[in-house]
């Protein structure tokens, strides 16, 4: 597990773009719940942290393909691969994210 900010750095429903070990992660807080994707639409090889938080998911802001928070599964075309949902701890109001660690 890798320290990646302060839980109080994210916002509710706001992407946040970080890296750990050389893979780009982008970090979603849903109230108590953070959840760590792999920073790259599977479609158009763009970063998903530059997109939007809707009621699907992460959606890519370029063709809308929309990622499943928990899954990493293509809830909207044109993407049909899912991205890599990573490991996510929060200890002590600091958020960790194991990158090792994948649950699809």
């Not at 992660?25 to 108590?32: I, N």
């Not at 479609?43 to 890519?60: D, F, M, P, W």
């Not at 063709?63 to 200890?91: I, K, M, N, Q, W």
């Amino acid at each position: 597990m890798t320290r990646v900010c302060a839980l109080a750095d994210l916002d509710d429903g706001k992407p946040f773009a970080v890296e750990v070990d050389d893979v780009a992660v982008v970090l979603v807080r849903q109230g108590d719940e953070v959840h760590a994707l792999r920073d790259e639409c599977s479609h158009a090889e763009l970063a998903l942290s530059e997109g939007e938080v809707t009621r699907k998911g992460i959606e890519c802001w370029l063709h809308g393909s929309c990622f499943d928070l928990r899954t990493g599964a293509p809830s909207a075309p044109p993407a049909t691969e899912p991205v890599d949902v990573y490991a996510v701890t929060v200890v002590a109001g600091d958020v960790h994210v194991d990158i090792t660690t994948t649950t699809n």
